[in-house]
């Protein structure tokens, strides 16, 4: 039984007790005084246990003390003398409940008390004739209530040792569990250096010419890092030392890395994605990008994984409250769908749809697990809608700060006139699909106050570009394949033509076709719209490759494996680069030279990164030096990089390095005067 449900029963039955005792004196004509004394109480009681003013076992003793009082005056009158025993029985019944030997003690002790009170009573009254069957029955009376006390004694031990070794036995879970997560984390953070070596160095071997077999490795290297990393906040989840790390974004950023994810992922069953922007959306926000990264991660790898036609579709908003927004992400599928008791699951641990052995699925199952826990953990929440064999929608609303409150999207409308989305609805075998294109057209072309038609066939586009100041025309690849020369012809009069096409697809360069590879969505529209030039599809492109040339940096980390990696990458920045195998070394280094950057490893033996860079800060000072130090680590735990900036680092970067993490850390920690967007030099 709850607590609180015993509590609630220890409290009627004293109530009870308190009622018998008003009615005992009301009809016995005992103390006129009394049972305004017992009500009183009674009220004061349930008021304490309605409102919760005290704690737990202050408000049981109270009840007890009260039950004592009732008992004890009810055992003081004359015409109690058997029933008293009875009353005691059930004051001992009622209140073993809380465990407690030292209130059954007491309970015995008042009623040992109450039959001498009551031995005196009736030999002053003078009617106490100790036959034998008198005898027999006080007998019976005091073994019963003794041999009750023992009963409950009895028990109470019994309860007692069992919840001391069901303690114990909790105790050796949560400490095998830690052990657990222990070794989990341990060996997360020691696989990440190996993977490291091998995604850099099939990075530094693919400059040399592409190959599948490296893509593959890459791939497959890209993936067990994805899975380290997903144990990691596994383990830091179930520990409760999640730890936020927030910062500025900007949600045209957020968007293209989720584009471009999406085209990482296996897209062998040729799958569409739809990403509806809502262009009111503020253009910058502050929260922690990285999970905003790996929820997106986690949903399109799920939804990819049990979807076999059809498409995905990305609807991304936001909704203006006192703190800020709430970022809403809904990212439906055509897919296999769930059950009830799938979703039921999703947040109760481990999960994974099929667990067969031959599942083609993939995955460990954390994958939805770490969602809730990185969506409840920044205040938000989530929630599924799915139907088996219809598809499946997850709802996400996180909090967010607003740093630019302007749209992400804008257009300047004096550059266009009306727009037309010629897509032929015939074509999608899977309804749905078609639903989701109009909608993120509808709601792009709301956003923005613009002015978009749609044509499913020529003879509708004819009459739009008769009627209408049609100056953009948006189509799909099998549409223009089937209109091609019509296209063409539009193009050359000088209204845009934008096919959005699958990738590799080129039309003949003369005909002035503009192609964007799929996925089509707001970013690369309003690119266009606005009149910006695209090469070769790149829509997602908001600002050129940096550069940091004649940089010189200093690599200190204790695997020489890791040192050649990072100077591979850091020469493709046109970055001068020297290395050291350990603190020590990398202090004697600065003080024969200089460096303008120094990335440090953090778990190295003798002397640790941060011992390592604080030493460096010292020599740097007493020479009026200024370097910047970035932690260059496979330490990604959450709550690292604040752990490092902290410590007195300028930036941090995890291993597996990402390459869009790096540049932006180099941007917000180089000054101006070191980066150039020219080009490498050699």
């Given at each position: 039984?709850?607590?609180s449900?015993?509590?609630?029963l220890?409290?009627v039955?004293?109530?009870?007790?308190?009622?018998?005792?008003f009615?005992?004196?009301?009809?016995?004509?005992?103390?006129?005084?009394?049972?305004?004394?017992?009500?009183v109480v009674?009220?004061?009681?349930w008021g304490i246990?309605?409102?919760?003013?005290?704690?737990?076992?202050?408000r049981?003793y109270?009840?007890?003390?009260?039950s004592?009082?009732?008992?004890f005056?009810?055992?003081?009158?004359?015409?109690?003398?058997?029933?008293?025993?009875?009353?005691?029985?059930?004051?001992?019944?009622?209140y073993s409940?809380?465990d407690?030997a030292?209130?059954?003690?007491?309970?015995?002790?008042?009623?040992s008390?109450?039959?001498?009170i009551?031995?005196?009573?009736?030999h002053?009254?003078?009617?106490?004739?100790?036959?034998?069957?008198?005898?027999m029955?006080?007998?019976?009376?005091i073994?019963?209530?003794f041999?009750?006390?023992?009963?409950?004694?009895?028990?109470?031990?019994?309860?007692?040792?069992?919840?001391?070794?069901?303690?114990?036995?909790?105790?050796?879970?949560?400490?095998?569990?830690?052990?657990?997560?222990?070794?989990?984390?341990?060996?997360?953070?020691?696989?990440?250096?190996p993977?490291n070596v091998?995604?850099?160095m099939?990075?530094?071997?693919?400059?040399?010419?592409?190959?599948?077999?490296?893509?593959?490795?890459?791939?497959?290297?890209?993936?067990?890092?994805?899975?380290?990393?997903?144990?990691?906040?596994?383990?830091?989840?179930?520990?409760?030392e999640?730890?936020m790390?927030?910062?500025?974004?900007?949600?045209i950023?957020?968007?293209?890395?989720?584009?471009?994810?999406?085209?990482?992922?296996?897209r062998s069953?040729d799958?569409?994605?739809?990403v509806d922007?809502?262009?009111?959306?503020?253009?910058?926000?502050?929260g922690?990008?990285?999970?905003?990264?790996k929820?997106?991660?986690?949903?399109?790898?799920?939804?990819?994984?049990?979807?076999?036609h059809?498409?995905?579709?990305?609807?991304?908003s936001?909704?203006?409250?006192e703190?800020?927004v709430?970022?809403?992400?809904?990212?439906?599928?055509?897919?296999?769908?769930?059950?009830?008791?799938?979703?039921?699951?999703?947040?109760?641990?481990?999960?994974?749809a099929n667990k067969?052995r031959?599942?083609?699925t993939?995955?460990?199952?954390?994958?939805?697990?770490?969602?809730?826990?990185?969506?409840?953990?920044m205040?938000?929440?989530?929630?599924?809608?799915?139907?088996?064999?219809?598809?499946?929608?997850?709802?996400l609303?996180i909090?967010?700060?607003?740093?630019?409150p302007?749209p992400c999207?804008?257009?300047?409308?004096?550059s266009?006139?009306?727009i037309?989305?010629?897509?032929?609805?015939?074509k999608?075998?899977?309804?749905?699909?078609?639903?989701?294109?109009?909608?993120?057209?509808?709601?792009?072309?709301?956003?923005?106050?613009?002015r978009?038609?749609?044509?499913?066939?020529?003879?509708?586009?004819?009459?739009?570009?008769?009627?209408?100041?049609?100056?953009?025309?948006?189509?799909?690849?099998?549409?223009?394949?089937a209109?091609?020369?019509?296209?063409?012809y539009?193009?050359s009069?000088?209204?845009?033509?934008?096919?959005?096409a699958d990738p590799?697809?080129?039309p003949?360069?003369?005909?002035?076709?503009?192609?964007?590879?799929k996925?089509l969505?707001?970013?690369p529209?309003v690119r266009?719209?606005?009149?910006?030039?695209?090469t070769?599809?790149?829509?997602?492109?908001?600002?050129p490759?940096?550069y940091?040339?004649?940089?010189?940096?200093?690599?200190?980390?204790?695997e020489?494996?890791?040192l050649?990696?990072?100077?591979g990458?850091?020469?493709?920045?046109?970055?001068?680069?020297?290395?050291?195998?350990?603190?020590?070394?990398?202090i004697?280094k600065?003080?024969?030279?200089?460096?303008d950057?120094i990335?440090?490893?953090?778990?190295?033996?003798?002397?640790?990164?941060?011992?390592?860079?604080?030493?460096?800060?010292?020599?740097?000072?007493?020479?009026f030096?200024?370097?910047?130090?970035i932690?260059?680590?496979?330490?990604?735990l959450?709550?690292?990089?604040?752990?490092?900036i902290?410590?007195?680092f300028?930036?941090?970067?995890?291993?597996?390095v990402?390459?869009?993490?790096?540049?932006?850390?180099?941007?917000?920690?180089?000054p101006?005067s070191?980066?150039?967007?020219?080009?490498?030099?050699?």
């Amino acid at each position: 039984m709850e607590d609180s449900r015993k509590e609630r029963l220890m409290l009627v039955i004293t109530t009870l007790a308190g009622i018998a005792c008003f009615l005992q004196n009301f009809f016995g004509g005992w103390e006129f005084w009394m049972p305004p004394v017992i009500a009183v109480v009674a009220i004061i009681l349930w008021g304490i246990h309605l409102t919760l003013s005290m704690d737990k076992h202050s408000r049981c003793y109270l009840y007890f003390s009260f039950s004592a009082f009732l008992c004890f005056y009810h055992g003081i009158h004359d015409t109690s003398l058997f029933e008293v025993s009875v009353a005691f029985i059930l004051f001992m019944a009622t209140y073993s409940m809380m465990d407690s030997a030292a209130m059954m003690n007491i309970v015995l002790a008042e009623y040992s008390v109450v039959m001498v009170i009551q031995f005196v009573l009736h030999h002053i009254i003078g009617d106490l004739v100790l036959d034998g069957f008198t005898v027999m029955k006080f007998i019976f009376h005091i073994g019963t209530v003794f041999a009750f006390y023992m009963l409950t004694r009895f028990n109470i031990a019994g309860r007692i040792s069992e919840r001391v070794k069901l303690e114990k036995w909790r105790g050796s879970v949560k400490a095998n569990d830690q052990d657990i997560e222990d070794f989990l984390s341990n060996i997360s953070h020691e696989l990440r250096t190996p993977v490291n070596v091998i995604s850099g160095m099939t990075a530094i071997l693919q400059k040399d010419g592409e190959s599948d077999q490296l893509t593959a490795v890459k791939s497959a290297c890209m993936r067990l890092s994805h899975q380290i990393e997903d144990i990691q906040d596994y383990t830091e989840l179930k520990r409760g030392e999640l730890v936020m790390d927030e910062e500025n974004y900007m949600c045209i950023s957020l968007v293209n890395d989720v584009v471009a994810n999406f085209n990482a992922i296996d897209r062998s069953r040729d799958l569409e994605l739809i990403v509806d922007l809502d262009p009111k959306t503020p253009a910058m926000l502050k929260g922690d990008i990285r999970k905003l990264h790996k929820l997106f991660r986690h949903l399109l790898e799920n939804a990819v994984k049990f979807t076999r036609h059809g498409g995905i579709y990305i609807k991304l908003s936001a909704v203006t409250q006192e703190y800020g927004v709430n970022l809403i992400v809904e990212i439906t599928d055509t897919g296999i769908g769930m059950t009830r008791a799938d979703m039921s699951r999703v947040t109760k641990g481990m999960y994974q749809a099929n667990k067969k052995r031959n599942r083609s699925t993939g995955g460990i199952g954390i994958g939805l697990p770490i969602v809730y826990g990185f969506v409840h953990q920044m205040g938000g929440f989530v929630k599924i809608e799915s139907e088996r064999k219809k598809g499946t929608t997850v709802h996400l609303s996180i909090p967010q700060k607003i740093v630019d409150p302007s749209p992400c999207l804008a257009v300047d409308k004096d550059s266009f006139g009306d727009i037309v989305f010629y897509l032929r609805e015939e074509k999608y075998k899977i309804p749905r699909i078609r639903e989701f294109y109009k909608a993120m057209a509808v709601n792009l072309a709301r956003g923005l106050k613009v002015r978009l038609y749609s044509a499913s066939d020529k003879k509708e586009l004819d009459h739009l570009r008769a009627d209408l100041n049609v100056t953009h025309i948006f189509t799909g690849q099998e549409e223009y394949e089937a209109e091609k020369e019509m296209l063409n012809y539009i193009a050359s009069e000088g209204t845009v033509v934008t096919v959005n096409a699958d990738p590799g697809y080129a039309p003949a360069p003369e005909n002035g076709v503009i192609v964007l590879t799929k996925p089509l969505y707001g970013f690369p529209v309003v690119r266009i719209l606005n009149g910006e030039k695209l090469t070769d599809g790149a829509a997602t492109d908001i600002s050129p490759k940096p550069y940091f040339n004649g940089v010189r940096a200093l690599i200190v980390d204790d695997e020489p494996m890791n040192l050649v990696v990072a100077e591979g990458l850091f020469r493709e920045y046109g970055m001068i680069t020297d290395t050291a195998e350990s603190g020590q070394q990398s202090i004697e280094k600065y003080e024969n030279g200089d460096y303008d950057v120094i990335f440090m490893d953090h778990m190295m033996p003798e002397m640790d990164g941060v011992e390592a860079m604080k030493h460096l800060k010292f020599i740097a000072d007493g020479s009026f030096r200024h370097p910047v130090f970035i932690a260059l680590t496979a330490n990604a735990l959450s709550g690292a990089k604040e752990m490092f900036i902290k410590e007195g680092f300028d930036g941090f970067i995890a291993k597996p390095v990402d390459i869009g993490e790096f540049e932006r850390v180099m941007k917000s920690v180089l000054p101006e005067s070191m980066i150039s967007y020219e080009g490498r030099a050699e």
